[in-house]
């Protein structure tokens, strides 16, 4: 019986404490500073040096590039950037060896697709999907 009256007691006390919960999609839910979300990539300022493909550790990431069509200037213009999110860990380690920092991490965690096809994200996709860009930390 004494076990029933503690058991009351705590659930009238924290019947009127400030809820802990957030109303999901209608509240956006805050996170922090160094979250680690999807990728927004840059292709104007990718070099195509293949470091972010060569550092990943699960392989899936994949790019390409062609010679640029001016032969007065050198290096490499983009031509196609996959990331497939299905594998993808979400490391951060691709962001950390872009000497152009063309790839960063942004603070969009939502890839609730229905089909595993759907996790295959391209070039355009990472382009055009930049909300909720990382702030970067400041000293």
Same mark, same amino acid.
């Not at 996959?82 to 920092?101: A, G, K, M, Q, S």
């Given at each position: 019986?004494?076990?029933?009256?503690?058991?009351?007691?705590?659930?009238?006390? *924290?019947?009127?404490?400030?809820?802990?919960?957030?109303?999901?999609?209608?509240?956006? %839910?805050?996170?922090? #500073?160094?979250?680690?979300?999807? &990728?927004?990539?840059?292709? !104007? /300022? +990718?070099? %195509?040096? *293949?470091?972010? %493909?060569?550092? +990943?550790?699960? =392989?899936?990431? &994949?790019?390409?590039?062609?010679?640029?069509? =001016?032969?007065?200037?050198?290096? /490499?213009?983009?031509?196609?950037? =996959?990331?497939?999110?299905?594998?993808?860990?979400?490391?951060?380690?691709?962001?950390? %060896? +872009?000497?152009? !920092?063309?790839?960063?991490?942004? *603070? *969009?965690?939502?890839?609730?697709?229905?089909?595993? #096809?759907?996790?295959?994200? =391209?070039? &355009?996709?990472? #382009?055009?999907? #930049?909300?909720?860009?990382?702030?970067?930390?400041?000293?």
């Amino acid at each position: 019986m004494l076990g029933l009256a503690k058991g009351f007691k705590y659930t009238l006390k *924290n019947l009127t404490k400030e809820k802990m919960t957030y109303s999901y999609p209608e509240e956006p %839910v805050p996170m922090p #500073d160094r979250f680690r979300g999807i &990728q927004k990539f840059y292709p !104007e /300022k +990718c070099i %195509v040096c *293949n470091q972010c %493909v060569n550092i +990943c550790p699960t =392989d899936c990431i &994949q790019l390409t590039g062609k010679k640029h069509p =001016d032969p007065n200037k050198k290096g /490499k213009i983009i031509d196609t950037y =996959d990331i497939n999110f299905e594998i993808c860990i979400l490391c951060d380690l691709c962001t950390e %060896v +872009c000497p152009t !920092e063309a790839i960063i991490m942004t *603070n *969009n965690f939502e890839l609730a697709e229905y089909s595993r #096809d759907d996790l295959f994200k =391209d070039l &355009q996709y990472l #382009d055009e999907h #930049d909300e909720n860009k990382r702030k970067e930390n400041k000293p």
